[in-house]
């Protein structure tokens, strides 16, 4: 079946405009993570979401970032006012809920962000 | 705050021999996950092998191997019989089973090479 689709794959923007990056998980998975890939500093967490339950923001490094996640399927994540410490690399993850499972997160491709 | 170390940037191997990558974790914790995870060029992430915390015995996955040290919080991959396709990034992640967010914190990876 279908994985885990992000678009764009890479996007290209001047310094503080905003950007949309879409993500799709697999069909059924309930869970959704959002994570940022900087050079140098490793993957990092920004967003989960589980279902209807409120998400979980703690990792969202300012208020430039948000994300929403319609009808418990594809996720946006948007980043206003771009600057250049936002290049990277945004990948998605989905995972199913099962209540005795280690819930294995599948990841997407990535949208590798430039700000120039 | 839990937090994961991988103490070797870079790694390099022969075709067809072993190679071991390092990864210890800090955690108050006592329930837990654990994951390796290659990240080739095309930048998906892939779940190499997982580790439960409560099982003392080390997981294996055909030429992939753990060295699950509990006590010491160190968790290394063993690669057998290297492959040209095993080069890539290896991220090693720890992920809480004590319900809430399932967000995985990840170290800063390993870049393996494997020379033919």
């Known amino acids: 079946g279908a994985g885990v689709s992000q678009s764009p794959s890479n996007k290209v923007t001047e310094k503080g405009k905003d950007v949309e990056l879409r993500c799709d998980p697999i069909s059924g998975h309930t869970a959704l993570y959002w994570y940022r890939q900087s050079l140098g500093q490793g993957l990092e967490f920004l967003i989960y979401f589980q279902g209807n339950s409120a998400p979980d923001k703690s990792g969202l490094p300012s208020d430039r970032f948000s994300a929403e996640r319609t009808g418990g399927s594809v996720s946006t994540l948007t980043i206003q006012r771009t600057q250049q410490e936002d290049s990277a690399v945004y990948l998605c993850a989905s995972s199913p809920r099962r209540a005795s499972s280690y819930n294995e997160q599948f990841f997407g491709p990535g949208t590798r962000l430039t700000v120039l | 705050a839990q937090t994961v170390t991988q103490s070797q940037p870079e790694m390099s191997v022969q075709e067809a021999e072993t190679v071991t990558l390092s990864c210890t974790y800090d955690?108050?914790?006592?329930?837990?996950?654990l994951f390796w995870y290659k990240q080739p060029p095309s930048r998906q992430m892939i779940l190499v092998i997982r580790q439960e915390a409560y099982k003392q015995q080390n997981a294996t996955e055909n030429r992939f191997s753990v060295n699950f040290q509990k006590a010491a919080k160190s968790f290394s991959l063993k690669i057998s019989d290297s492959q040209l396709g095993d080069a890539a990034m290896y991220f090693c992640a720890y992920r809480s089973a004590q319900g809430g967010s399932e967000k995985l914190v990840f170290g800063k990876g390993t870049k393996l090479t494997v020379n033919p």
């Open positions: 955690t108050s914790e006592s329930d837990y996950y």
